[in-house]
């Protein structure tokens, strides 16, 4: 604990003093906490922007870490004075938000210390870390995994706090700071506002301090930080729609536009509130300067968002990865197939973990995701939609008055439940979600207590709300206790490309502190586009595999253009090397990626089947039947059918009465009809 505060004093001063740096000519104004952590954000948002750019040209490392504390310096050399004065009068005003910031501040340091594993983490975000400390931004480094290919500022944030050179998690530190940060937002609430600001403000304190018990609280995970950021935003708009005009410099709205900013730099599902939060906020200032309402917010946006999407092109060849309509005519950009499977992967293991996404439909996993929900978010979600409930009868139920605070709470609310509605349709994990439900449930809170009427009913609306908020802490804690610890031993075999270059393959599915390059994925098809790593790589052959770039199937052969994936546990014996073979069982299904629609003749070399006479196999493509083929012991089938761009779900059923059908399959082979079919027979 103590080296985690040794590192946290010194980088929150210098990073206020960044913010103080880029603030020069609009400071804001105040003192306390608040104000501070408003500075320190802007900091951080200041640092990310030059961080990215200097990734696009160097690596991040001592170097850059001496540039950014110069920066830090000269700002608190400047801006320090004038700050301390306005601290010091106002200091014994704040004395109780202090004492609670440093609570929590003992708070974040405490659970920093555990060095608990984050699945992710091994599988590539300290990977990502480890490329951006050892080489400038690489190009197409998502062929060598795609997941490398997820541009995140929090990995450059984590690179340049390793250079530092203490052994501690930098996830925890990163995410420690800006738990520190929310709480000096939030604690105002303790006096001096209106009910409702203290009751949204207040409510949030506890989500924030619960956030050391989530597992990416404990990796290089920008999960935790996200939720941070996205509460920290919901109180600035909340205050800023109060008092819209209360901050004639428009500094306000420069920090709103950083944070927003921050936050779609780090993760691209905070794109949505990135988006509505400014623009609401300018909007709203209607009696602003429009360079300080439109302009100059939009400059501090551009500052963060334009290197971002340099960085995407340069790691996948896309302006948006994983968006395949963004893709670019570059040589190292992730194959089509490949950005559309990380897509869909993304997508569906939301809803249904482990599950591959072909075989979930459009609604039917809803009840199966709503059992797997964790308790206290099934209990944020009943306590959010009951509370709102609420809100909706208050008309009819109480009497109230259209205030200033309860039209910023609803456009709050609004701006929340398009968020939530756009995680819903993306990728509802709840860790995805961010900071959302509980800003929906705490604007619902806001509204409803302090307009009713009756005492007991605001009480017990209140238990109801601080219970909601506050069975994360026990349950998390419990549940933080059978983490594992510590980071596994990684079993690594070197295997060689066709190009001669060397991939580290662990035996599972992470990579760890395993050196660079290292890859879950092999692809026999990758090569450098120079003799460093640092220059890049490609995907040469026009190679294409649709399920997360493993090798194509043995014993399978498609023709260029065309990529084949058998869906797992579908209906597919293992390969047997042996006699060259696997079989299919009733129903077999394969996914097939095509660069262009168009007919293909499938061809299939039969071995043994079972029953030995009266088997059918029906060949569909999606949900029509292509063909109904006759099967015999020795047979060579063929079927016409017709592929569409992008993917194609073929199912082989295999028709009959018996229980126990089956067909081996000596060989299989998919010819696109443009392309020379060897008269020699499939696969031969």
């Given at each position: 604990?103590?080296?985690?505060?040794a590192?946290?004093?010194?980088?929150?001063?210098?990073l206020?003093?960044?913010?103080?740096?880029?603030q020069?000519?609009?400071?804001?104004?105040?003192?306390?906490?608040?104000?501070f952590?408003?500075d320190?954000?802007?900091?951080?948002?200041?640092?990310?922007?030059?961080?990215?750019?200097?990734s696009?040209?160097?690596?991040?490392?001592k170097?850059?870490?001496?540039?950014?504390?110069?920066?830090?310096?000269?700002?608190?050399?400047?801006g320090?004075?004038?700050?301390?004065?306005?601290a010091?009068n106002?200091?014994?005003?704040?004395?109780?938000?202090?004492?609670?910031?440093g609570a929590?501040?003992?708070?974040?340091?405490?659970?920093?210390?555990?060095?608990?594993?984050?699945?992710?983490?091994?599988?590539?975000?300290?990977?990502?870390?480890?490329?951006a400390?050892?080489?400038?931004?690489?190009?197409?480094?998502?062929?060598?995994h795609?997941?490398?290919?997820f541009?995140?500022?929090f990995?450059?944030?984590?690179?340049?706090?390793?250079?530092?050179?203490f052994?501690?998690?930098?996830?925890?530190?990163?995410?420690g700071?800006?738990?520190?940060?929310?709480?000096?937002?939030?604690?105002?609430?303790?006096?001096?506002?209106?009910q409702?600001?203290?009751?949204?403000?207040?409510?949030?304190?506890?989500?924030v301090?619960?956030?050391?018990?989530?597992?990416?609280?404990?990796?290089?995970?920008?999960?935790?930080?996200?939720?941070l950021?996205?509460?920290?935003l919901?109180s600035f708009?909340?205050?800023?729609?109060?008092?819209?005009d209360e901050?004639?410099?428009?500094s306000?709205l420069?920090?709103?536009?950083?944070?927003?900013?921050l936050?779609?730099?780090?993760?691209?599902g905070?794109?949505l509130?990135?988006a509505i939060?400014?623009?609401?906020?300018?909007?709203?200032?209607r009696?602003q300067?429009?360079?300080?309402?439109?302009?100059?917010?939009?400059?501090?946006?551009?500052?963060l968002?334009f290197?971002?999407?340099?960085r995407?092109?340069?790691?996948?060849?896309?302006?948006?990865?994983?968006?395949?309509?963004?893709?670019?005519p570059?040589?190292w950009?992730?194959?089509?197939?490949?950005?559309?499977g990380?897509?869909?992967?993304?997508?569906n293991?939301?809803?249904?973990?482990?599950?591959?996404?072909?075989?979930?439909?459009?609604?039917?996993?809803?009840?199966?995701?709503?059992q797997?929900?964790?308790?206290?978010?099934?209990?944020?979600?009943?306590?959010?939609?009951c509370?709102?409930?609420?809100?909706?009868a208050?008309?009819?139920?109480?009497?109230?008055?259209k205030t200033?605070?309860?039209?910023?709470?609803?456009?709050?609310g609004?701006?929340h439940?398009?968020?939530?509605?756009?995680?819903?349709?993306?990728?509802?994990?709840?860790?995805f979600?961010?900071?959302?439900?509980?800003?929906?449930?705490?604007?619902?809170a806001?509204?409803?207590?302090?307009?009713?009427?009756r005492?007991?009913?605001?009480?017990?609306l209140?238990?109801?709300?601080?219970?909601?908020?506050?069975?994360?802490?026990?349950l998390?804690?419990?549940?933080?206790?059978?983490?594992?610890?510590?980071?596994?031993?990684?079993?690594?075999?070197?295997k060689?490309?066709?190009?001669?270059?060397?991939?580290?393959?662990?035996?599972?599915?992470?990579?760890w502190d395993?050196?660079?390059?290292?890859?879950?994925y092999?692809?026999?098809?990758?090569?450098?586009?120079?003799?460093?790593l640092g220059?890049g790589?490609?995907?040469?052959?026009?190679?294409?595999?649709?399920?997360?770039?493993?090798?194509?199937?043995?014993?399978?052969?498609?023709?260029p253009?065309?990529?084949?994936?058998?869906?797992?546990r579908?209906?597919w014996?293992?390969?047997?090397?042996?006699?060259?073979?696997?079989?299919i069982?009733h129903?077999?299904?394969?996914?097939?990626?095509?660069t262009?629609?168009?007919?293909?003749?499938?061809?299939i070399?039969v071995?043994?089947?079972?029953?030995?006479?009266?088997?059918?196999?029906?060949?569909?493509?999606?949900?029509?039947?292509?063909?109904?083929?006759?099967?015999?012991?020795?047979a060579r089938?063929?079927?016409e059918?017709?592929?569409s761009?992008?993917?194609?779900?073929?199912?082989?059923?295999?028709?009959?009465?018996e229980?126990?059908?089956?067909?081996?399959?000596?060989?299989?082979?998919?010819?696109?009809?443009?392309?020379k079919?060897d008269?020699?027979?499939p696969?031969?």
């Amino acid at each position: 604990m103590i080296k985690t505060l040794a590192i946290w004093i010194p980088s929150g001063l210098l990073l206020i003093g960044v913010g103080w740096l880029a603030q020069a000519r609009s400071p804001s104004t105040g003192s306390g906490p608040r104000k501070f952590a408003a500075d320190f954000l802007v900091g951080l948002a200041a640092t990310t922007a030059a961080l990215q750019l200097w990734s696009l040209f160097a690596p991040i490392n001592k170097a850059t870490l001496l540039v950014a504390s110069g920066a830090g310096l000269a700002g608190l050399v400047l801006g320090g004075p004038p700050a301390l004065r306005n601290a010091r009068n106002g200091f014994k005003s704040h004395i109780p938000q202090l004492a609670v910031l440093g609570a929590a501040a003992l708070w974040f340091a405490a659970f920093g210390q555990l060095a608990l594993r984050h699945g992710d983490s091994g599988l590539y975000h300290i990977s990502s870390v480890k490329w951006a400390s050892e080489f400038s931004v690489v190009p197409g480094l998502g062929n060598l995994h795609q997941r490398l290919a997820f541009n995140t500022s929090f990995h450059l944030l984590a690179a340049l706090f390793e250079s530092v050179g203490f052994n501690i998690g930098t996830g925890q530190l990163i995410n420690g700071l800006l738990g520190c940060a929310a709480v000096a937002f939030l604690c105002p609430a303790i006096r001096g506002q209106s009910q409702p600001l203290r009751l949204f403000d207040g409510l949030l304190l506890l989500p924030v301090l619960a956030t050391v018990f989530t597992r990416p609280y404990f990796g290089v995970s920008p999960d935790v930080s996200i939720t941070l950021l996205g509460t920290i935003l919901a109180s600035f708009l909340l205050h800023h729609f109060c008092a819209p005009d209360e901050d004639t410099t428009g500094s306000r709205l420069q920090q709103i536009a950083a944070v927003s900013a921050l936050g779609l730099t780090m993760k691209l599902g905070f794109g949505l509130l990135a988006a509505i939060g400014p623009a609401a906020a300018s909007l709203a200032a209607r009696n602003q300067k429009w360079r300080h309402r439109f302009l100059i917010p939009g400059v501090v946006w551009g500052l963060l968002f334009f290197p971002w999407v340099a960085r995407n092109v340069v790691l996948s060849g896309h302006l948006i990865f994983p968006v395949a309509g963004t893709q670019l005519p570059v040589e190292w950009a992730v194959p089509r197939s490949l950005t559309l499977g990380m897509s869909m992967i993304i997508k569906n293991w939301a809803r249904r973990p482990l599950v591959f996404w072909t075989e979930i439909g459009t609604l039917d996993w809803i009840p199966l995701w709503l059992q797997n929900l964790d308790p206290e978010f099934v209990l944020l979600g009943v306590t959010c939609v009951c509370l709102w409930i609420g809100v909706a009868a208050l008309p009819t139920t109480a009497k109230t008055r259209k205030t200033r605070t309860t039209t910023a709470l609803a456009k709050i609310g609004l701006v929340h439940a398009a968020a939530l509605l756009f995680w819903f349709a993306t990728a509802p994990d709840p860790r995805f979600a961010g900071a959302t439900p509980w800003v929906l449930t705490a604007t619902a809170a806001a509204i409803l207590i302090p307009s009713l009427d009756r005492a007991p009913a605001r009480r017990s609306l209140l238990a109801l709300s601080l219970f909601t908020f506050t069975v994360p802490i026990p349950l998390g804690f419990r549940r933080a206790l059978g983490y594992p610890t510590g980071r596994p031993q990684i079993a690594v075999s070197q295997k060689q490309t066709h190009s001669g270059m060397t991939v580290s393959v662990p035996a599972r599915d992470q990579c760890w502190d395993t050196p660079l390059p290292c890859t879950p994925y092999f692809r026999p098809a990758l090569q450098r586009r120079g003799d460093s790593l640092g220059d890049g790589f490609i995907l040469a052959d026009n190679l294409i595999y649709p399920y997360m770039g493993h090798t194509p199937p043995e014993g399978i052969q498609c023709d260029p253009g065309v990529g084949i994936a058998l869906v797992p546990r579908k209906g597919w014996s293992a390969y047997d090397p042996t006699s060259a073979s696997r079989t299919i069982y009733h129903a077999a299904k394969m996914l097939v990626f095509a660069t262009s629609q168009g007919p293909a003749r499938l061809e299939i070399e039969v071995g043994d089947i079972q029953p030995l006479r009266d088997l059918a196999l029906e060949v569909s493509v999606g949900e029509s039947r292509a063909a109904t083929l006759g099967v015999q012991a020795g047979a060579r089938l063929q079927a016409e059918i017709n592929l569409s761009a992008d993917f194609n779900l073929i199912t082989l059923a295999i028709g009959g009465t018996e229980p126990q059908r089956k067909i081996q399959i000596l060989n299989m082979a998919l010819r696109t009809l443009d392309q020379k079919t060897d008269q020699r027979g499939p696969g031969r």
